[in-house]
C-alpha cells in the first residue's frame, strides 16, 4: 500500500526549530523576499515606489530616497505595527500551517508565550489575509452546495419539568448561523454566514459562472437553482450518492469546520464565525500541500493584505476571545 502523502517526509518541509535556530536575521530575510518578491528582497516604498532607500539598521526601518517617509517590511500590511519578533511571528505562521483543524489562541499564546489576546488578534489577522484568496473569483468547475447550522444551542435545563420547547424562536438566542459553502469538486470553497439557508440562492448566483453544474441535496430552496444552472439534486433519505450525483465534498468541508469549532475553539460568536469559516476552507483547499508551502501561502497572503480594519487596535477594543 502507498504511503499517505501527508505522512512522507516530502510533506515536512518546515521545522519550528530551524525557524528559532536561524535566528532574527534569517526570518526577517524571508519576510523581505515574500513582501517585495519583484525586487528580490530589496525594499520598494510603499509610499512612492520608489526602490532607493537607506537603510536604518537598529530598528530595520527604511527612509525612502525620493519621499523620506519611513517604513518597514510590514507597513501597510496586515502585520502593520507588529510587536512580536520575526521569528516568533514565522513561528505563529507555521504552527497555523501545521493545525490541521485549526488552532485556538489559548493554545498559541502558550506555545509562543505571548498574551491570549495577542495570540487572538494576530490569528484572526492571518485568517483574513488568507480568505483574500477566494475573495472574488468565480467558480467554474463542477460545484456542490449545502448549508450547515453553527451556534445558538440551548442547554436543557437540569429538571425536566423547567424545559423548554427549544424549537420555538422565543426561546432561541438569536446566535444561530448557518455556513453556506459552495465547492468545486477540483477546486476552491467559498464560504458564508448567513441566518438563513435559502440566501444560498442568490449567493450561488453571484459566486457561480453560468452553465457550471450544481450539486445540492433535496431541500426544497435549491429547486430555484434549477433556472440559472444545470443542478443534481440527491436525495439524503435515499442515498448518499447516486451516479456521481452527491454533496460529499462539501460535507467533508463541513466535518473539519465542525471538528474545528468544538475541538479546537469550544464556542465561536456568530460575528466571527466567517473567519473560521474561510480558514477550514482553506485548509480544506490546501490539504494536500506540505506545510512550508502552506506557511508560505499564509505570510505571502499577509504581506499582501492590506491593513485590516477589523483587526486593528483590536486588542485595546475587545476582551472577548471568540
Ligand atoms: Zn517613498
Known amino acids: 500500500m502507498t504511503q499517505h502523502f501527508l505522512l512522507s517526509s516530502a510533506a515536512r518541509t518546515l521545522k519550528l526549530k530551524d525557524i528559532y535556530k536561524g535566528g532574527e536575521d534569517a526570518a526577517y530575510a524571508q519576510f523581505c523576499k515574500l513582501r517585495w518578491p519583484e525586487t528580490d528582497g530589496e525594499a520598494v516604498c510603499p509610499h512612492c515606489g520608489c526602490c532607493e532607500s537607506y537603510f536604518i539598521t537598529t530598528r530595520r526601518r527604511y527612509k525612502c530616497a525620493a519621499c523620506g517617509k519611513q517604513f518597514s517590511v510590514t507597513s501597510g500590511t496586515i502585520l502593520h505595527s507588529r510587536k512580536l519578533d520575526f521569528t516568533d511571528l514565522l513561528a505563529a505562521i507555521c504552527l497555523l500551517a501545521n493545525a490541521a483543524k485549526g488552532l485556538s489562541a489559548l493554545q498559541l499564546s502558550r506555545d509562543l508565550g505571548i498574551h491570549a489576546k495577542s495570540a487572538w488578534v494576530l490569528a484572526h489577522k492571518l485568517r483574513e489575509a488568507l480568505a483574500d ?43 444561530r448561523r448557518v455556513v453556506i459553502a459552495i465547492r468545486e469538486r477540483k477546486g476552491r470553497t467559498l464560504t458564508f454566514v448567513r441566518k438563513q439557508e435559502h440566501e444560498g440562492v442568490a449567493i450561488a448566483k453571484a459566486r457561480i459562472a453560468r452553465g457550471t453544474v450544481v450539486n445540492a441535496d433535496e431541500a426544497s430552496h435549491w429547486d430555484t437553482l434549477n433556472a440559472f444552472f444545470p443542478t443534481e439534486r440527491i436525495n439524503h433519505s435515499e442515498a448518499y450518492s447516486v451516479n456521481g450525483v452527491h454533496t460529499n465534498f462539501v460535507e467533508s468541508y463541513f466535518s473539519r469546520l465542525r471538528k474545528m469549532v468544538s475541538g479546537q475553539h469550544h464556542w465561536v460568536s456568530p460575528q466571527h464565525l466567517h473567519q473560521y469559516a474561510a480558514h477550514a476552507a482553506w485548509l480544506e483547499d490546501h490539504r494536500r500541500e506540505t506545510n512550508g508551502c502552506l506557511a508560505g501561502r ?20 475587545s476582551a472577548s476571545l471568540t
Not at 477566494?134 to 444551542?153: N, P, R, S
Open 133 to 175: 484568496e477566494t475573495d472574488k473569483i468565480k467558480l467554474d468547475d463542477e460545484c456542490e452546495i449545502d448549508g450547515a447550522y453553527f451556534g445558538g444551542h440551548i442547554r436543557p435545563a437540569n429538571v425536566a419539568e423547567k424545559r423548554v420547547d427549544r424549537r420555538k424562536g422565543r426561546h432561541q438566542t438569536g446566535k
Open 298 to 317: 499564509i505570510l505571502r497572503n499577509a504581506l499582501a493584505a492590506p491593513i485590516s480594519r477589523t483587526w486593528t487596535g483590536r486588542w485595546q477594543k
